[in-house]
C-alpha cells in the first residue's frame, strides 16, 4: 500500500535528518553564504532588507538608533543575561525604548524568541 511506504520514507527521511542535523545545517548555510555573494543574491538580500524595513519600521527604527548610541560610545554592549558571554546581541523588550535593550549571546537570543514564540 502506498500510504505505508510514504510513513516509512517519512521516518527514514525524519531519522536521517536526526543524525546528520549538523552535518545538513552547516551543508546549507556554506549554500547560502555563497550564495549571497553572487549578484542574484546580494539584490534579493538587500530587497529583503528593504521589505523588512517597510513591514517592521519600528524595528528598523530602534536597531538603527542602538547601533548609532554603541558606534558613538554612548551605550556599551554587555554581556549576555544568562551565560555572561562577550559575544551578545541585542534584545528590545520595546521598540519605542531604543536604548533600552537586553544583552544576549545568539543561543540564548534564540531560546528566548523560541520561547516568545517570535
Ligand atoms: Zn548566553
Known amino acids: 500500500m502506498p500510504t505505508k511506504d510514504i510513513v516509512k520514507r517519512h521516518i527514514h527521511q525524519a531519522t536521517y535528518y536526526a543524525r546528520h542535523k549538523e552535518e545538513i545545517q552547516a551543508r546549507r548555510g556554506e549554500y547560502f553564504r555563497k550564495y549571497a555573494q553572487t549578484e542574484v543574491g546580494r539584490i534579493k538580500k538587500l530587497a529583503n532588507f528593504y521589505r523588512m524595513i517597510e513591514k517592521y519600521p519600528e524595528k528598523y527604527k ?3 538608533a542602538l547601533r548609532n548610541a554603541v558606534r558613538l560610545g554612548k ?3 554587555g554581556v549576555c543575561e ?3 558571554s562577550a559575544h551578545t ?3 528590545h523588550d520595546d521598540y519605542s ?3 533600552e535593550v537586553r544583552w544576549l549571546c545568539p543561543l540564548h537570543h534564540r531560546n528566548l524568541k523560541k520561547k516568545e514564540g517570535l
Do not use: D, F, Q, W
Request: proline residues 7%.
Open 62 to 64: 530602534a536597531r538603527y
Open 75 to 77: 551605550i556599551e554592549k
Open 82 to 84: 544568562v551565560c555572561s
Open 89 to 91: 546581541e541585542s534584545y
Open 97 to 99: 525604548k531604543p536604548l
